[in-house]
């Protein structure tokens, strides 16, 4: 059986690359008629990864430029016969709006709109599975851009639940919470049961470490840009030095620059080393800096490589960044991206309903 997915906002690939594992391991084929992004050198980096799919770097408003609930534009007719079939539709629209790191637009960012868009796409392909990935604090945009996006989709005909999972829960080694937005049309995919089964998978299993994600790359040594550590300013080398010899895993107030001394300050991490035995925090585009958070690493006077950094979003070793890619690129596409077992988790629940549907029609 051939599984039809549409990949918008996807970056360099963390959703296809994880439902592809998820088909793959249901004995199934994976087709991609469409993935958009507008970031082209993350799309390049897709291609490579998943070359049977099409990709389109473009601003994605110009595909669907119908308002959610009205009739489908001549753009989006033209659009919906060029691309066909349709199973799942899966997207992570940009966050950065919503983040507590954002500071400036928080919760008010217009980009914050473009969740809504993954709405008029459900209404446009009819696709029988959506599936929305987006920071926790989602649900406290000023515009309220879930609940829209859930009162459409309910219009559209689908089922639809979305909860907030701690992706530790899934066997990522990060602490990281995500709103995960599921919409079905499928019998035997109940969204509320589904990701509550998600939201407390493996009860009994310990979290996933740093340990787990990266100790046998301690030692590498390459020239390569994913093995090479971002380089540290003097002062920062300095920190780095009192956190080892002090034997610390947080930087005191007093040995943090003058911006960062505020006694009442949350961000208690900033500065911090890494755990071998913990999970990593959340993994973003700042790893490279220790004043973007703890991305020390736990045994080397050194922060994370951006091999280690994608090692904790669970990319596999296979998967091709490019040649030669610019640091702040690499940054950028593994901070942005949705950790691929994610989706190898989610989409083993989509991929075995899928099936069934399949199976019950052809026996009535």
């Not at 360099?12 to 391991?25: H, K, N, P, W």
């Not at 907030?164 to 995500?178: H, S, T």
């Amino acid at each position: 059986m051939a599984v039809r997915v549409v990949d918008l906002f996807s970056g360099c690939g963390g959703m296809s690359v994880g439902f592809e594992e998820a088909v793959r391991r249901e004995g199934c084929s994976l087709e991609i008629p469409l993935a958009v992004d507008v970031d082209k050198d993350a799309l390049e980096v897709y291609e490579t990864n998943l070359p049977a799919s099409t990709a389109e770097s473009v601003d994605i408003a110009t595909l669907f430029d119908g308002l959610v609930g009205e009739k489908l534009t001549k753009v989006e007719k033209r659009l919906k016969e060029r691309i066909g079939l349709v199973d799942v539709l899966i997207g992570g629209p940009p966050c950065q709006g919503h983040s507590d790191l954002n500071n400036h637009t928080r919760r008010a960012d217009p980009k914050n709109d473009l969740y809504l868009l993954m709405a008029r796409a459900a209404e446009v392909f009819a696709p029988k599975v959506v599936v929305i990935e987006n920071v926790a604090q989602v649900t406290l945009d000023e515009a309220g851009v879930v609940e829209k996006t859930e009162v459409a989709l309910l219009f559209a005909g689908y089922d639809v639940d979305g909860r907030v999972v701690d992706l530790r829960r899934v066997g990522v080694p990060q602490r990281r919470r995500r709103y995960l937005l599921l919409a079905s049309k499928l019998v035997e995919l109940d969204p509320a049961s589904t990701l509550e089964r998600i939201a407390k998978g493996m009860p009994e299993h310990p979290d996933r470490s740093v340990r787990w994600a990266i100790e046998d790359l301690v030692d590498t040594k390459s020239s390569d840009p994913r093995d090479v550590a971002s380089r540290t300013s003097e002062d920062n080398a300095k920190r780095i030095d009192y956190l080892f010899e002090q034997k610390l895993f947080d930087l005191p107030n007093e040995e943090r620059p003058e911006c960062h001394r505020d006694r009442e300050h949350t961000y208690v991490s900033m500065y911090g080393r890494l755990k071998w035995d913990e999970p990593a925090q959340t993994i973003t585009t700042g790893f490279g800096s220790m004043g973007q958070g703890r991305y020390v690493h736990p045994s080397r006077r050194r922060t994370i490589t951006p091999h280690e950094a994608a090692r904790l979003q669970t990319f596999p070793d296979w998967f091709d960044f490019g040649d030669q890619p610019a640091r702040g690129l690499l940054a950028k596409m593994i901070g942005n991206a949705v950790p691929p077992l994610l989706m190898a988790t989610l989409g083993i629940e989509i991929v075995r309903a899928l099936r069934k549907e399949t199976a019950t029609r052809k026996s009535a």
